[in-house]
């Protein structure tokens, strides 16, 4: 039987796939939006702007600099609020996939901020100094 230089190389190739398949046959999952925030979350002032995510009926908590803007986004298919339990900051209603901006408090510390629609809904702000 005779061969070409090309199905030696498709040859090749499949057995490295396959091998490869067999030593890491689970890829890494997908990022989703709360995952993108959270490590967005984590770094405060590294040029990405903080992110209050809201999806299945819960927030990810987020951490800023004082003064500095963070944004909202509702992933859920219903309204929410992201209210400030100690009336610093309030979303206003957030329909049902849409998106608002808050500015983080003056003072360092942790905030806490519910849904008013849905009170059992809870987060927490952290400011840290700037």
Do not use: W
């Not at 070409?4 to 689970?26: E, H, K, Q, R, Y």
């Not at 309030?90 to 849905?118: K, M, N, R």
Request: net charge negative; hydrophobic share 50%.
């Amino acid at each position: 039987m005779k061969l070409t230089g090309s199905l030696i190389v498709c040859s090749i190739a499949a057995a490295f796939t396959g091998t490869a398949l067999l030593v890491n046959p689970d890829p890494a999952p997908a990022a989703t939006p709360a995952a993108a925030a959270d490590a967005a979350a984590a770094v405060p002032g590294a040029g990405v702007t903080p992110q209050i995510t809201v999806q299945q009926f819960a927030f990810t908590s987020v951490t800023a600099r004082p003064g500095e803007a963070i944004a909202v986004q509702n992933f859920d298919e219903v309204d929410h609020t992201v209210s400030s339990s100690q009336g610093l900051f309030d979303s206003g209603v957030l329909s049902a996939q849409g998106a608002a901006s808050l500015v983080a408090p003056s003072a360092p510390g942790t905030y806490e901020f519910v849904c008013t629609i849905h009170p059992t809904m809870v987060g927490q702000l952290t400011v840290v100094p700037a």
